[in-house]
């Protein structure tokens, strides 16, 4: 498939620690994106969900190793030791690399308190023993036994990936092991990374190895018996076990450069694609709450009276179930809806309707203001919080700020990655060219720079959700925490398109237009604000832009791409019968999540989109694509504005009609499934099965039993059988180019 493997899986179930999932965490989005999407994973989703095709890394971090071997002997570890033999890469840490050995010996003869742990592995990707304790004194949940471990570096080893690789660090330690006789596997692809300088406290036998390099068939394993993951920026509140400490986290902080070149030059052996840059920790910037009408902000704050509290500050703060925010007026300004039209670039002016040009405005328009919403170069970055050190952060425990505009739009200068004249000029305009003269999806705007998540804000603070109307829309520039399907995130990165939109669904609807179908209209709207995204440009209709069951973003990948409208019109003309070879050539360039809840009638949905539109990576880009097919680039503000409009024109018509068969076939027609063979995955083995469309009253999968003649189904030759199955996602079960979709019974 045109995708590549994008996730970096870190384990974070039975046996893991807190503190190593964290520090992994921290150090691999750092090092990897955003080329990766780096996600803690439990042993429930290992052992259940499909997650082998798009992992790039499968990471087990510090722990216990007898509570991986309790959640994954057998078919977890069968999954793992598959991965890996079959192309994938493992980094095990500490714990995870007694657990990648063939066999651990851990305090040895420490029987009276239960700490010895002595016993063959199943992953044996390192085909010795890794032993242990390396150094003496380690204690579970103590920093009593950590030291700065020096270890020599194998640069002949590491060096071919390009960056500094240095020749001797000192790195965080505290239970680790050494691997016996490293040196003797030479011949069965061991290579030794890293050693020990120091006297160990056990046998290692040859060698001290401490970080060891293993093919495994088609993959390869790093294994480690320290801790070069961990920062020192993130220790200095530890320690409290032993009066060196400081110490010992002043010689780690002196070669925390040294210990960064160490990972990325391991990571870069395992083929990863590392981010060279070294960026600082990012900050939540402000929240900047505006409206088309900004009446309708005052409205809202007056609405607030009852949960708004004042602190011994006297500033105004709203505590809530998840985060807190600290309410703040906007300062004077003179910038106004009378300006959003010029902000627009001037082609765009020119296909306004009159309705919505300057002359309509009753306060005229400032020329030099709105041009210079253009220009960020001078803007200052503006932040809500700046964290003391570059270590983890709890942004959960951030007040977050939130700048009311209640008598104008803000201006460029406060937010200079996002246009809100641009965007609420955009707004207007496709309101109008729909017939929706007063749209309400994207009326009220959330804005920020740099969020948690978008839907967080919004679904886990009930006490301001309440408060927001219908179609009020979180978007930000850069998410920290953006949340996906089951266990998944989906990578925010600048230049992505990410946002979040309330929707109030009456319950005494949902028996003409059910729920569940909001995440289909949404989907569509997508495609289609992304088809109509101008109207000057009517190749943009030619996009092959597609869905993914029920509500994935895919895009043919620009390398598979042309710049012929004949060929686009081609492939729209036939992609009911997209063949799987055409499917392996689209790649996902976005994704939704609806999070709902109900009460006193209603139910409130925060429907959440993340899309790559400027940014390359993980995947590819709208943008991308649109130069594939000599196209003008896509802008942030405007798109967000042509799917928002198109969303609320999809959803009007859901209201009063359901999801009908017109919008069925609609769906349908931009689909990658239509025709498509899969394995049936339930408790009578694997049929057969072809997809053939989506129920009307639930939007339940369709798929009917086919049984395969001598010609193969790739030509045809596909018999049903009558049988027909009716299946429902369950977060990432269908793992459709792999032509298996599981059946949950």
């Not at 384990?11 to 999932?21: F, H, Q, R």
């Not at 790039?56 to 959640?71: H, Q």
């Not at 925010?325 to 309707?353: D, H, K, T, Y």
């Not at 909001?518 to 995204?533: N, P, R, S, T």
Request: with cysteine; hydrophobic share 35%; glycine share 8%.
């Amino acid at each position: 498939m045109a995708d590549k493997r994008v996730n970096v899986l870190v384990y974070s179930g039975n046996g893991s620690t807190i503190e190593s999932v964290k520090h992994c965490l921290w150090s691999l989005r750092r090092l990897l994106g955003p080329n990766y999407a780096v996600i803690p994973m439990t042993g429930e989703t290992l052992l259940k969900e499909p997650w082998q095709a798009t992992c790039a890394l499968f990471v087990m971090p510090g722990g216990a190793d007898l509570g991986y071997c309790r959640t994954l002997d057998g078919p977890g570890n069968r999954l793992i030791s598959s991965y890996v033999k079959n192309g994938g890469k493992y980094l095990g840490l500490c714990a995870g690399g007694y657990y990648g050995s063939a066999r651990c010996e851990f305090e040895v003869g420490r029987t009276g308190d239960g700490y010895e742990v002595v016993g063959d592995r199943e992953l044996a990707f390192f085909p010795g023993t890794c032993r242990g304790l390396a150094f003496p004194e380690f204690v579970y949940q103590s920093e009593k036994g950590t030291r700065a471990a020096e270890i020599s570096v194998n640069r002949q080893a590491l060096i071919s990936g390009g960056g500094a690789v240095p020749e001797v660090l000192r790195v965080y330690h505290n239970g680790g092991g050494v691997f016996v006789d490293a040196e003797k596997f030479e011949d069965r692809g061991v290579e030794i990374l890293a050693n020990y300088t120091e006297r160990l406290h056990v046998d290692s036998g040859d060698g001290k190895a401490a970080v060891v390099h293993c093919k495994v068939g088609n993959g390869a394993a790093i294994l480690t018996g320290p801790h070069p993951e961990f920062s020192a920026v993130n220790l200095n509140d530890k320690g409290k076990d032993r009066p060196d400490y400081p110490r010992i986290v002043e010689a780690l902080l002196a070669d925390d450069q040294k210990r960064i070149d160490f990972m990325k030059a391991c990571l870069s052996r395992l083929g990863l694609q590392v981010n060279q840059t070294d960026d600082n920790i990012p900050s939540l910037s402000r929240l900047h709450l505006s409206s088309a009408r900004p009446q309708d902000i005052s409205d809202l704050v007056s609405s607030w009276s009852d949960i708004i509290e004042k602190d011994e500050d006297g500033k105004e703060i709203v505590k809530d179930e998840h985060d807190t925010f600290v309410v703040e007026r906007e300062a004077p300004s003179s910038w106004s809806m009378s300006g959003v039209v010029e902000a627009l670039p001037e082609a765009v002016q020119n296909i306004l309707p009159e309705s919505v040009r300057p002359e309509h405005y009753p306060h005229g328009t400032d020329k030099e203001k709105a041009k210079s919403a253009g220009d960020h170069s001078s803007a200052p970055k503006e932040t809500a919080s700046k964290p003391t050190e570059e270590g983890i952060v709890d942004y959960q425990a951030i007040p977050k700020r939130v700048v009311v505009h209640t008598s104008s739009i803000p201006e460029p200068k406060e937010t200079p990655y996002f246009n809100h004249a641009a965007y609420y000029s955009s707004h207007l305009y496709f309101g109008d060219l729909y017939s929706l003269p007063q749209p309400t999806f994207g009326k009220t705007l959330l804005y920020g720079e740099t969020v948690t998540s978008t839907n967080t804000i919004l679904e886990k603070n009930t006490r301001l959700l309440e408060t927001l109307s219908n179609g009020t829309t979180a978007t930000a520039t850069t998410q920290l925490a953006g949340r996906g399907r089951g266990n998944n995130v989906w990578v925010s990165p600048p230049g992505s398109l990410m946002f979040s939109t309330v929707i109030r669904h009456p319950l005494s609807l949902n028996s003409r237009a059910p729920v569940v179908f909001v995440q289909y209209i949404l989907a569509l709207a997508i495609v289609a604000g992304v088809k109509k995204y101008d109207p000057n440009h009517e190749a943009y209709e030619n996009l092959p832009i597609r869905l993914k069951w029920p509500n994935d973003i895919y895009a043919l990948h620009p390398s598979f791409a042309t710049a012929s409208a004949t060929s686009a019109n081609e492939d729209n003309n036939n992609q009911n019968n997209t063949t799987d070879a055409e499917r392996n050539k689209f790649t996902k360039i976005g994704g939704i999540l609806i999070n709902s809840s109900y009460s006193s009638g209603d139910y409130t949905l925060v429907c959440g989109v993340g899309m790559n539109v400027t940014n390359p990576h993980p995947t590819t880009s709208l943008n991308a694509l649109a130069a594939a097919y000599d196209l003008p680039p896509f802008n942030l503000e405007r798109l967000l504005a042509s799917i928002l409009i198109q969303f609320e024109k999809l959803h009007l018509r859901f209201l009063v009609n359901g999801f009908s068969d017109a919008m069925v076939s609609d769906y349908e027609d931009v689909w990658l499934h239509s025709g498509q063979v899969v394995r049936l995955e339930n408790e009578e083995g694997y049929p057969r099965a072809r997809i053939l469309g989506v129920t009307r009253d639930w939007g339940l999968l369709v798929a009917e039993e086919v049984v395969v003649d001598e010609y193969g189904y790739n030509a045809g030759g596909c018999r049903a059988t009558g049988r027909k199955f009716e299946l429902q996602s369950d977060a990432n079960s269908f793992d459709f180019f792999k032509g298996l979709v599981r059946r949950k019974v």
